[in-house]
């Protein structure tokens, strides 16, 4: 069965670094998100991206957050300098079809964790 | 900007009771959809629903859509231990496409 993949499944990193997290979405889709989840918290969006743009994006996707596609297969989301309260577990999803319709596809998730 | 809420936060029931939680959000929604985490995993989509007063069922599980399509409910007849997770409900507005999670409902479930 397809199924998004996400590199790497935890990362550690030093307040003020560069973090660069990678999704493969599953291939026939064509909507891409980004979901972050504090530990036990909810799980809150970020940024959807859809023909090589972004459609919709959060408050929490301020300028120190980006996303992109490079090729024809991944979907990045790096965040340019951390903070400590980027901590969370990110998960990228994708999904196919008409823009408000359609479930989601989860990856396994991204642990972050700043130090 | 739109909210979800979603109550209770936690439930604790023995093995065979009956569990539900509710969701309800600030603006009408265009459909609603509920997501399952195992614990340590990832949201895994259970069903969408779209059309005012909808109710559908999963074998021990049913799932409505309020009239005014602001609220929905979900529904575990008879619990067993697999059951456990968060329960999230999810929901898009009539202004956009992006999903919006509600806080989730833990259950947990004493065999």
Same mark, same amino acid.
């Given at each position: 069965e397809p199924e998004v993949t996400q590199t790497p499944s935890h990362q550690v990193t030093q307040m003020g670094q560069e973090v660069i997290l990678r999704c493969v979405p599953i291939s026939n889709h064509l909507y891409f998100y980004w979901y972050r989840q504090i530990l036990g918290q909810k799980v809150e969006f970020l940024v959807s991206f859809y023909n090589n743009e972004i459609s919709e994006k959060s408050e929490i996707f301020d300028d120190q957050f980006s996303v992109e596609r490079p090729d +024809? !297969?991944?979907? /990045?989301?790096?965040?340019?300098?951390?903070?400590?309260?980027?901590?969370?577990?990110?998960?990228?999803?994708?999904k196919w079809?008409?823009?408000?319709?359609?479930?989601?596809?989860?990856?396994? +998730? !991204?642990?972050? /964790?700043?130090? | 900007?739109?909210?979800?809420?979603?109550?209770?936060?936690?439930?604790?029931?023995?093995?065979?009771?009956?569990?539900?939680?509710?969701?309800?959000?600030?603006?009408?929604?265009?459909?609603?959809?509920?997501?399952?985490?195992?614990?340590?995993?990832?949201?895994?989509?259970?069903?969408?629903?779209?059309?005012?007063?909808?109710?559908?069922?999963?074998?021990?599980?049913?799932?409505?859509?309020?009239?005014?399509k602001k609220n929905s409910s979900l529904h575990i007849t008879a619990t067993q231990t697999t059951d456990v997770g968060t329960y999230f409900c999810a929901g898009r507005d009539n202004q956009g496409g992006k999903l919006i999670f509600g806080q989730g409902t833990e259950l947990s479930v004493k065999p």
């Open positions: +024809g !297969s991944n979907f /990045t989301l790096k965040i340019r300098s951390t903070k400590l309260e980027d901590s969370a577990m990110y998960f990228c999803a994708s079809g008409d823009r408000d319709t359609g479930e989601l596809f989860f990856g396994e +998730g !991204s642990r972050l /964790t700043v130090l | 900007g739109q909210q979800v809420m979603q109550i209770p936060q936690y439930q604790h029931v023995q093995e065979g009771e009956d569990f539900t939680t509710y969701c309800n959000s600030s603006t009408t929604l265009s459909n609603i959809q509920w997501y399952k985490q195992r614990p340590g995993g990832h949201p895994v989509f259970l069903i969408q629903l779209v059309k005012s007063g909808e109710v559908k069922k999963q074998k021990r599980l049913t799932f409505q859509f309020g009239e005014a």
